[in-house]
């Protein structure tokens, strides 16, 4: 067995959630929880960096992070599932999947704001600052969104960023970019694993 550390909410972990389902590979995963704020976690054991997703592997190796445990997931596939081998199709969709990330990172930094910084702390231009990169990469991925039939890293990824988005509220994407409303509809379609991992009351 693989065990998976990670939360329902955590867009990232929900990343290897929705592949291991999609790719058929859940009977191998033992999923166990983490927490993050917690000095001497298992987690930080795990990863220094003390983030989620982290998979250990069958042999005790820990790899992370979510992208990491993504390629190894369609190694064990037989590899060109997520990941296509063919390279100008890989590194459009490692960049889908870096842009999505990186939505993933700065709306989360948004959160940690509130979380870790006393109110009287909280820096509104960098709050700004944040959602600038958030509001350009929708509105890039607007404008030359991946193929939503096409279930790979860039899909996934986008597909988690946008379900935070619809939990956090950083910004406002379906009201401003319309057209993701369509590209999400037709993505949950093509990948019914993006449903079955909604974390309840998110
Ligand atoms: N680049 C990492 C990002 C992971 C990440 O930021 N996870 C968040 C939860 S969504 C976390 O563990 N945060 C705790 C912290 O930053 O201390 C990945 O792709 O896995």
Redesign the pocket.
Known sequence: MMILRTTDT????R?PRIAALHLGLMDQIKTETAD?LEPDSALRRENP?????VLTLQDGRRI????VILEHFDHLVGGGRLIPSDWDARLAVLTAQALA?GV??AA?LIV?EGRHRPAQLHHQPWLDYQRGKIERALAQLALTPPDPQQVNVGTIASACMLGYLDWRKQVDWRATTPALVDWLSAFRAACPAFDATAASGA
């Open positions: 955590s867009p990232f972990g990343k993050a960096l003390g983030k989620i997703p992370y992070d979510s992208r990330d993933m990172d989360v940690y």
